[in-house]
């Protein structure tokens, strides 16, 4: 049985040339990887806020949260009662303005850099400081995209509000310290979004300068 089996190997050994290239057939060069078709990559569309159904391929930004709301809001007030403008500048868009106030010819709405900057210069705002000048519970957050039916202001066209613009009426809880009136009963700021935090864009407010 054993010399039978020897012999079936040998004679497999010896029938014809191998089926399979051998080492020494094989090139000598380096064998290159397969080629592969890779697509480039396009710049992916300009985020927008807001985009329609038929738009197709849209990048949209996340909304801002409340927290960035506040931020712009205490951020203001605190640059008020510290009569700091190298703050409160920041805060304002470059078209910032002041609505329904008398300063200016003919009641035109001046810039709210210049009449703030006004404002300080005749008025002691730091009387303010330990006051308790409005409270976050009761602030009033409007959303362009909420599909508001009317205006959180007469002063403000709901129309006119651009995706991603926030309103918000603060009422103030200290207007006066003593004979001065400081500030108005409430103020609407038109807040407008400027990457991940939001400028005033418009303060509407019921003060006269004195």
Sequence with gaps: ????????????????????ATTSELPEASRRPDGVAVDPASAPP??????????????LRTPLGAEAVFATVSGFFR???DEDMEALGPLF?????SLTTTFGPNNSSPSAPLFWTQRMRRLDYTK??????????????????DALTS?????????????GDVVVRVPITTSRVGADRLLGDELVLW?????????????????QMP
């Design 1 to 20: 049985m054993l010399v039978f089996v020897a012999a079936g190997l040998v004679g497999c050994a010896g029938a014809g040339a191998p089926l399979f």
């Design 46 to 59: 300009r985020a927008r806020d807001v985009a329609s159904a038929e738009a197709g391929l849209v990048t």
């Design 79 to 81: 640059a008020i009662v």
């Design 93 to 97: 868009t470059r078209d910032a303005l």
């Design 128 to 145: 303010l400081a330990g006051e308790v000048v409005f409270r976050e519970a009761e602030l009033e957050v409007f959303r362009a995209e």
């Design 151 to 163: 205006s959180p202001h007469p002063a403000i066209r709901v129309e006119a509000l651009s995706a």
């Design 191 to 207: 807040l407008r979004r400027d990457g991940e935090r939001y400028r005033i864009y418009r303060i509407v407010e019921d003060f």
